[in-house]
C-alpha cells in the first residue's frame, strides 16, 4: 500500500525502489507469472486512458513500479535538477529494455522512448544553462545546445509515429507542438554561440551567416509558441533581443567595414551534439537501495545470481543487435537525406509543368514592387556617381599634398637649411606628414571600395535579365523553366528508381521486425525455473 500511494519527494523514490527489488527477488522464487501456478490478478490504471489493466503476472506489478518510479524522479527533476530527469530516463530505459511492451498502451515501445528523451532533453538543458552561467566556450555551448535538439528530435519522431498519436488522442498535437518550438529555440540558440565562436576568430561572413539562421529558427520557434505560458514567452522575447540586436550589429558592421562574403548556411560545418548526460542505470539487487532480501531463504541466491547474469546478457545482446541497427539507420537516412527522394513523386513528371512555390513566392514579393529593376539600376548608378567624385576628391587632395611639399622644400633651400642626403627628399613638417598619411589610409579604402563596386556591377549584370524575367508575365517564367522530355529509357531508368527506393523501406520493415522478433524471444527466454531446480554444484 506504502508503494501505491508514495509521498512527492525523494523518499518516495526510496521506497518504490525497495519495493521493486523486493519483487525482483520474489519472481525468482516463487512461480507468480503468466499462467504459472502462483499467479494473482494485478491491477493499475493506464496514465491516459484512464482505464483499469488487470494482468495475472508479477512482471506487470515490477513493469508499473518502475513506471512511476520514472514518472515520480521526472516530477522531482522538475523542480530539483538534471539528476533527477536522467534518473527517470534510467528508469524507462530499463523498463523498456527488461519488459514487455504489450502490458499496457502508456509502456509501449514509443512512449518510452519518448519519455526517455524528453528526460535526457531536459537533463541537457540544465546543463547548457549551467554551462552558459559559467561562460563556458562559445563552441562547447553550441554543441551541447545541438545535443538538446538532437534529443528532442528523437522525441518527436517518436510523438509523429502513428501508434503513438492514437494512444496519446488530443495531447499528442499539444507535446509535438511544444518539443517542436523546442527545437528550433535550442538550434536558435547552438547558431547563436557558433556566431559568437566565428566572432572570435574574426570570420566576419560566417558570424552574419549564424546569426541569420538563430533569428530564423527563433522566429519559427516563437510562431510555435501560441499558446505557451507567460514565462516562455519572456524568455523568447528576451531572446529575440539578444539575437536580434547580434545579427543586426553583425549585418552592418560587414556591409560597411569588413566586405566579407557570407557563405551559404549548408556550406559550413554542421554542429555536433555533446552528449553530457545519461540515462542513469536500475540495479533491483543493489543492497543499498533494496534492503536486505527478505525471501532469502526461499532459494539458493545463488540461482538468483545465475539468472541475473542471464538476464544481463540477453540485455547485452539486445542492446548490440539495437546499437548495430541504428548505426544502419543512421548511415542510409543520411544517403536518402543526400539524394533527396520521394519514393511517391520520383517519377511524377506532372510537377514540371507547374512553377515551384517557392519560385511563385519570390514572382509575387518583386509584382507588389515593380520598380525594383530600375530602382536597383538607378542605385548603382548613382553609387557609380558617388564613387567618380570620391576619386576625383582624393585625386585633387593628392595633388595638393604633393604641391605643398614641393613648396615646402623650395622655402627650406631658401632658408639655408641642411640639404638631404643624396637621392633622397627632405622629410615635411608634421602637420603635412600627418595629412599625407591619412590621404594614404583613404586612397588604400577607395581601392577597396572599388573592388566592391565591380564585384556588384558583376553581379547586378549577371542576374538582372533573371530579376525582370521574374518580375514579368507568370506565363513567361512558366515558359522559361525547363521540362524534362524523356526517352523510354529515361523512363526505364525511374522505374527501376523506384522500385530501389521500394527495396529501401522494405529492409527498413524487415530491421523493425527483427527488432520485434528479437524482443519477443528474450522475453519469452526464461530459464528461472531450471535455475532454482538446478543443484548449486552444477551451475556454471
Given at each position: 500500500?506504502?508503494?501505491?500511494?508514495?509521498?512527492?519527494?525523494?523518499?518516495?523514490?526510496?521506497?518504490?525502489?525497495?519495493?521493486?527489488?523486493?519483487?525482483?527477488?520474489?519472481?525468482?522464487?516463487?512461480?507468480?507469472?503468466?499462467?504459472?501456478?502462483?499467479?494473482?490478478?494485478?491491477?493499475?490504471?493506464?496514465?491516459?486512458?484512464?482505464?483499469?489493466?488487470?494482468?495475472?503476472?508479477?512482471?506487470?506489478?515490477?513493469?508499473?513500479?518502475?513506471?512511476?518510479?520514472?514518472?515520480?524522479?521526472?516530477?522531482l527533476g522538475a523542480m530539483d535538477k538534471r539528476v533527477s530527469e536522467e534518473c527517470a530516463a534510467g528508469a524507462f530505459t530499463y523498463l523498456r529494455d527488461h519488459f514487455p511492451h504489450s502490458y499496457s498502451v502508456d509502456m509501449s515501445h514509443q512512449i518510452l522512448n519518448l519519455n526517455i528523451n524528453l528526460m535526457l532533453g531536459q537533463a541537457q538543458e540544465c546543463l547548457l544553462e549551467k554551462s552558459m552561467l559559467d561562460n563556458r566556450k562559445s563552441f562547447l555551448v553550441a554543441r551541447i545546445s545541438a545535443?538538446?535538439?538532437?534529443?528532442?528530435?528523437?522525441?518527436?519522431?517518436?510523438?509523429?509515429?502513428?501508434?503513438?498519436?492514437?494512444l496519446l488522442g488530443k495531447i499528442q498535437k499539444d507535446w509535438k507542438k511544444l518539443v517542436q518550438m523546442k527545437i528550433y529555440y535550442f538550434a536558435a540558440v547552438a547558431h547563436l554561440h557558433m556566431g559568437k565562436q566565428a566572432e572570435e576568430q574574426q570570420k566576419f561572413g560566417e558570424r552574419v551567416i549564424y546569426f541569420q539562421s538563430a533569428l530564423d529558427k527563433l522566429n519559427e520557434a516563437i510562431k510555435l509558441a501560441k499558446g505557451q505560458p507567460e514565462t516562455v514567452q519572456e524568455a523568447l522575447r528576451f531572446t529575440m533581443d539578444v539575437i536580434g540586436g547580434?545579427?543586426?550589429?553583425?549585418?552592418?558592421?560587414?556591409?560597411?567595414?569588413?566586405?566579407?562574403?557570407?557563405?551559404?548556411?549548408?556550406?559550413?560545418?554542421?554542429?555536433?551534439?555533446?552528449?553530457?548526460?545519461?540515462?542513469?542505470?536500475?540495479?533491483?539487487?543493489?543492497?543499498?537501495?533494496?534492503?536486505?532480501?527478505?525471501?532469502?531463504?526461499?532459494?539458493?541466491?545463488?540461482?538468483?545470481?545465475?539468472?541475473?547474469?542471464?538476464?544481463?546478457?540477453?540485455?547485452?545482446?539486445?542492446?548490440?543487435v539495437m546499437a548495430k541497427i541504428e548505426a544502419k539507420n543512421e548511415v542510409l537516412d543520411q544517403f536518402m537525406d543526400s539524394m533527396q527522394l520521394d519514393p511517391e513523386t520520383v517519377d511524377n513528371l506532372d510537377m514540371y509543368s507547374h512553377i515551384p512555390p517557392i519560385l511563385m513566392e519570390k514572382c509575387a514579393a518583386l509584382s507588389v514592387r515593380p520598380d525594383t529593376v530600375k530602382n536597383l539600376v538607378q542605385s548603382m548608378q548613382v553609387l557609380s556617381g558617388v564613387f567618380t567624385d570620391v576619386e576625383a576628391?582624393?585625386?585633387?587632395?593628392?595633388?595638393?599634398?604633393?604641391?605643398?611639399?614641393?613648396?615646402?622644400?623650395?622655402?627650406?633651400?631658401?632658408?639655408?637649411?641642411?640639404?638631404?642626403?643624396?637621392?633622397?627628399?627632405?622629410?615635411?613638417?608634421?602637420?603635412?606628414?600627418?595629412?599625407?598619411?591619412?590621404?594614404?589610409?583613404?586612397?588604400?579604402v577607395h581601392e577597396k571600395a572599388s573592388f566592391t563596386n565591380t564585384e556588384l556591377h558583376k553581379a547586378m549584370n549577371l542576374h538582372i535579365g533573371n530579376l525582370r524575367l521574374l518580375s514579368g508575365p507568370l506565363e513567361q517564367v512558366r515558359a522559361a523553366l525547363?521540362?524534362?522530355?524523356?526517352?523510354?529509357?529515361?523512363?526505364?531508368?525511374?522505374?527501376?528508381?523506384?522500385?530501389?527506393?521500394?527495396?529501401?523501406?522494405?529492409?527498413?520493415?524487415?530491421?523493425?521486425?527483427?527488432?520485434?522478433?528479437?524482443?519477443?524471444?528474450?522475453?519469452?527466454?526464461?530459464?528461472?525455473?531450471?535455475?532454482?531446480?538446478?543443484?548449486?554444484?552444477?551451475?556454471k
Open positions: 500500500q506504502s508503494a501505491v500511494n508514495v509521498p512527492r519527494d525523494f523518499e518516495g523514490c526510496s521506497t518504490l525502489r525497495k519495493y521493486f527489488g523486493q519483487l525482483h527477488y520474489l519472481q525468482s522464487r516463487i512461480p507468480m507469472g503468466a499462467e504459472q501456478e502462483a499467479a494473482v490478478p494485478i491491477a493499475w490504471t493506464e496514465i491516459f486512458s484512464g482505464k483499469t489493466v488487470t494482468h495475472e503476472d508479477i512482471k506487470y506489478e515490477q513493469a508499473c513500479i518502475l513506471y512511476n518510479l520514472g514518472a515520480l524522479h521526472s516530477m545535443q538538446v535538439v538532437d534529443y528532442y528530435k528523437e522525441a518527436c519522431r517518436a510523438l509523429e509515429n502513428s501508434e503513438t498519436a492514437s547580434k545579427y543586426n550589429s553583425a549585418k552592418k558592421d560587414n556591409d560597411f567595414i569588413y566586405h566579407e562574403a557570407v557563405p551559404a548556411l549548408d556550406t559550413l560545418q554542421s554542429v555536433k551534439g555533446a552528449p553530457l548526460v545519461k540515462a542513469l542505470p536500475v540495479n533491483p539487487t543493489d543492497p543499498a537501495v533494496t534492503g536486505p532480501d527478505i525471501f532469502a531463504k526461499l532459494v539458493p541466491m545463488a540461482a538468483h545470481e545465475a539468472s541475473s547474469l542471464y538476464s544481463e546478457e540477453k540485455a547485452k545482446l539486445l542492446r548490440d576628391s582624393l585625386k585633387e587632395i593628392r595633388d595638393l599634398l604633393e604641391e605643398d611639399e614641393a613648396q615646402e622644400r623650395k622655402l627650406q633651400e631658401l632658408l639655408g637649411k641642411v640639404p638631404p642626403p643624396q637621392g633622397s627628399s627632405p622629410p615635411p613638417s608634421p602637420g603635412l606628414a600627418e595629412v599625407s598619411k591619412e590621404c594614404s589610409k583613404y586612397m588604400e525547363p521540362s524534362p522530355t524523356l526517352t523510354e529509357d529515361d523512363k526505364q531508368v525511374l522505374q527501376n528508381l523506384k522500385r530501389i527506393l521500394g527495396k529501401v523501406q522494405e529492409m527498413r520493415d524487415q530491421r523493425m521486425s527483427l527488432e520485434q522478433q528479437l524482443r519477443e524471444m528474450i522475453q519469452k527466454d526464461d530459464i528461472t525455473t531450471s535455475l532454482v531446480t538446478t543443484d548449486r554444484s552444477e551451475m
